[in-house]
């Protein structure tokens, strides 16, 4: 399907499209199933590096793997954010910031500090539910990253994200909607549906405050809602696993 090989194109550093291919709407769709394989991918490598390394190694191992296999694509814009959100004054002196390469001393801290916390929410992530919460997570931060595209408009006339709201249609949310759903339900039981929640709310809220700021959304936005989705998630994860006993005792595994 085009649809879906754009979206791992786009997202992953897989090289399945050709020069010159641009993602559509319906691109979009696929997002959350995307973030499952790289879960996947991420279960894998974790299965691997602990057979002989310690879990800070290991953690740290995860979090490079997830930065080369998407390119870095969504931590940039995180960064950017950071600069533009919190260095300008006026929308219009946001929307410039982001668009600016150089990066500045928000972007160095907001970085910095996303690394250290995924590192170490990766390390920490508790057995009784870690094969589930590192596939799972990367599929629900991509929907949130969905969902703020269905709901706050985009402020640029182009840009990287605007191929995603053209001809956007619901049904495109409601594929990514089921995807995350299900994944979180199956793979995390009922504590999968509540991170689910949790990093939807998340995302929503995050993507209205950056609307407010710049009048509308960006791809950088998206990025950043993305990585935020993350943490969400795995600050929920290894924070509900040994609050609540029980609640993800009805995943797969």
Same mark, same amino acid.
Not at 46 to 56: F, H, M, N, Q, V
């Given at each position: 399907? =085009?649809? $879906?090989?754009?979206?791992? +194109?786009? $997202?992953?550093?897989?090289?399945?499209?050709?020069? +010159?291919?641009?993602?559509?709407?319906? @691109?979009?769709?696929?997002?959350?199933?995307?973030?499952?394989? %790289?879960?996947?991918?991420?279960?894998?490598?974790?299965?691997?590096? =602990?057979?002989?390394?310690? !879990?800070?190694?290991?953690?740290?191992?995860?979090?490079?793997?997830?930065? *080369? %296999?998407?390119?870095?694509?969504? @931590?940039?814009?995180?960064?950017?954010?950071?600069?533009?959100?919190?260095?300008?004054? &006026? !929308?219009?002196? =946001?929307?410039?910031?982001?668009?600016? &390469?150089?990066?500045?001393?928000?972007?160095?801290? +907001?970085? !910095?500090?996303?690394?250290?916390?995924?590192? #170490?929410?990766?390390?920490?992530?508790?057995?009784?539910?870690? *094969?589930?919460? $590192?596939?799972?997570?990367?599929?629900?931060?991509?929907?949130?990253?969905?969902? &703020?595209? !269905?709901?706050?408009?985009?402020?640029?006339?182009?840009?990287?994200?605007?191929?995603?709201?053209?001809?956007?249609?619901?049904?495109?949310?409601?594929? +990514?909607?089921?995807?995350?759903?299900?994944?979180?339900?199956?793979?995390? /039981?009922?504590?999968?549906?509540? %991170?689910? /929640?949790?990093?939807?709310?998340?995302?929503?809220?995050?993507?209205?405050?950056?609307?407010? =700021?710049?009048?509308?959304?960006?791809?950088?936005?998206?990025?950043?809602?993305?990585?935020?989705?993350?943490? #969400?998630?795995?600050?929920?994860?290894?924070?509900?696993?040994?609050? %609540?006993?029980?609640?993800?005792? #009805?995943?797969?595994?």
């Amino acid at each position: 399907m =085009r649809s $879906l090989r754009h979206a791992f +194109g786009f $997202l992953t550093i897989l090289p399945v499209t050709s020069p +010159g291919e641009t993602p559509t709407s319906t @691109t979009r769709a696929w997002f959350p199933l995307v973030g499952l394989a %790289l879960g996947a991918a991420l279960v894998g490598l974790d299965a691997a590096a =602990r057979e002989g390394l310690p !879990a800070i190694v290991v953690g740290a191992l995860l979090v490079a793997a997830l930065l *080369i %296999l998407t390119r870095a694509l969504h @931590t940039e814009g995180f960064l950017d954010c950071c600069d533009g959100l919190f260095g300008g004054y &006026t !929308a219009e002196d =946001r929307l410039r910031i982001l668009r600016d &390469t150089h990066v500045g001393a928000f972007a160095v801290i +907001g970085g !910095a500090a996303l690394i250290v916390t995924k590192w #170490s929410l990766l390390a920490s992530t508790p057995d009784a539910a870690r *094969i589930g919460l $590192l596939l799972v997570f990367p599929c629900l931060s991509r929907f949130g990253m969905l969902a &703020t595209m !269905a709901v706050f408009p985009y402020v640029r006339q182009q840009g990287l994200g605007s191929s995603f709201q053209e001809g956007g249609r619901w049904w495109q949310i409601g594929v +990514g909607l089921l995807t995350a759903a299900l994944a979180a339900g199956m793979f995390l /039981g009922p504590g999968g549906l509540v %991170l689910f /929640g949790g990093v939807t709310i998340v995302a929503l809220g995050v993507g209205r405050w950056m609307a407010s =700021r710049l009048g509308g959304m960006t791809g950088d936005t998206y990025g950043a809602v993305n990585e935020l989705g993350e943490v #969400s998630a795995l600050i929920l994860g290894v924070a509900l696993a040994p609050a %609540l006993p029980g609640l993800f005792d #009805s995943a797969l595994w």
